[in-house]
């Protein structure tokens, strides 16, 4: 059974660049017509698509965060990751990273990143 | 601010059915594109519980279940349970923003 796991730092100043990684386990990364996500959620709030990436390296982004997304993969860890540039307040949320075909599913547990200084 | 409206809170004593519907537009539900659902308890990530339209996963009660119909799509929960207590999720694609996008998450609580 595949599982995900984020990981990353808690706490990114503003302006400065969010960096997290998803672990995959249970399966590999590269196996099968999955795509791999991410997905935000502000305390309180709804969930946000971030942007995808393919085993191959072929990626979508949301158009309203593009100019600042970058998300990579590396087959070999079984990981795949995420770069968020020029971060603010408002980019505080739980970030989650999922597999997905014709939905998300599975999901990771979450990880909380707060933009402070 | 998301495409896919869906009500706010919708509650219901145990054992009854309740319904929460997701409205969209012709360039995401209207389109054709599926519709999944997702739960997600206190504290914890949603977890799929409807994909394309109406579809279970293995494990999910068939207490649930999703329809869809032109521009909107739903989901009814019968012989409620304590259990569902939780916030619920729609989601599809949008072509007119060429991504993927949630409802505004629906709070059932159980009376």
């Known amino acids: 059974q595949v599982q995900l796991q984020e990981s990353g730092p808690g706490l990114v100043k503003p302006s400065q660049t969010l960096s997290l990684t998803c672990t995959v386990s249970?399966?590999?990364?590269?196996?099968?017509?999955?795509?791999w996500s991410w997905i935000r959620q502000p305390a309180g709030k709804g969930l946000e698509w971030i942007g995808r990436?393919?085993?191959?390296?072929?990626?979508n982004y949301n158009p309203s965060l593009k100019s600042r997304v970058t998300i990579s993969v590396d087959t070999s860890k079984n990981q795949f990751s995420l770069k968020l540039s020029s971060v603010t307040a408002a980019d505080t949320a739980v970030y989650y990273c999922?597999?997905?075909?014709?939905?998300?599913?599975?999901w990771g547990q979450g990880t909380l990143v707060t933009v402070s200084s | 601010q998301s495409v896919l409206t869906q009500p706010p809170s919708v509650s219901g004593a145990p054992g009854q059915r309740v319904t929460i519907s997701c409205t969209g537009s012709s360039s995401n539900i209207g389109a054709g594109y599926d519709v999944h659902w997702y739960q997600q308890l206190p504290g914890t990530a949603p977890k799929l519980l409807i994909y394309g339209n109406s579809n279970r996963p293995s494990g999910v009660p068939d207490r649930f279940s999703g329809s869809k119909s032109g521009t909107s799509a739903s989901l009814a929960i019968s012989g409620l349970q304590a259990e569902d207590e939780a916030d619920y999720y729609c989601q599809s694609y949008d072509s007119s923003l060429s991504g993927y996008v949630f409802g505004t998450g629906t709070k059932v609580t159980v009376l």
């Open positions: 999922a597999r997905q075909w014709l939905s998300f599913d599975p």
């Open positions: 990436i393919y085993t191959s390296g072929s990626t």
């Open positions: 249970g399966g590999s990364i590269s196996s099968g017509s999955y795509y």
